[in-house]
């Protein structure tokens, strides 16, 4: 899942008691430190078996149809930042569930920089769960494979959710879990915030925040729209980058 490069360049449903009192005694600690305290107390959600999975992804905050372009434009350490995600119609079978193929690609200052195969599939409660991704950094002219590539249920991976089918405020979830390479958590914030991007004005957006342990002090909160999707990603804390959603074509 591709995320916002730091300076250092870097289930259903998640609302375990144990990871609310740990985020709760969190409270007024240093942003690292909290975030790595949150961590030990949030286990990675249990993947539901091949069954329990449908071939759609209409979850109404993260809706993936195939064929559709999400088009989005911000900065990056100063530079323009150009980022496309185009739900393909393809489709990739892991751990025997059908996942539906995302291409998401990054341009800043005009040039490629990543370019990463994300694989999504939903539940039958709405849940949109992250199987993993073949991320690739542009390095003097060629890809090369970033070592956050990973694929649940190989070398210990394990599947986390990136969105919750009825996300509560204050919930604490994995979006994804392969040990010092991928890490990526999310707490909901709020289901109420106001937010304005190129591509319109929206009340009752979700806010969430999100991290990696593997990455202290860098924090981004993000916002999505019922039946549109994630409009907006700042960096609130570790860097300046933003972007916004620009255009939707299907």
Known sequence: MREMKSS??????????????????????????????????????????????VTRIDNKYLPLRPGTTFLYRGTEQGKARRVSVFVTHKTKMILGIRATVVLDQVLAGGKREEKTFDWYAQDKRGNVWYLGENSSDFVNGKWVRSDG??????????????????????????QEYYAGHAED????????????????????????????PLERGVLEHKYYVK????????????????EHLVSITK
């Open 185 to 212: 958590m999310a707490k909901v914030l709020s289901r109420n915030k106001s937010v304005s991007v190129s591509y319109g004005s929206f009340e009752h957006a979700l806010e969430t925040s999100e991290w990696t």
């Open 8 to 53: 250092s360049n870097h289930l259903i449903f998640v609302g375990a008691i144990v990871a609310v009192l740990v985020l709760a005694g969190s409270i007024g600690a240093p942003a690292s430190r909290s975030a790595a305290k949150t961590a030990q107390g949030t286990p990675v959600p249990v993947l539901p078996p091949p069954g329990d999975f």
């Open 149 to 174: 590539s990973w694929e649940a249920g190989v070398n210990g991976a394990k599947a986390g959710i990136v969105m919750q089918a009825n996300p509560s405020v204050a919930d604490v979830y994995r």
């Open 227 to 242: 039946d549109v999707g994630n409009v907006r990603t700042i960096m609130v804390k570790g860097g300046s980058e933003e």
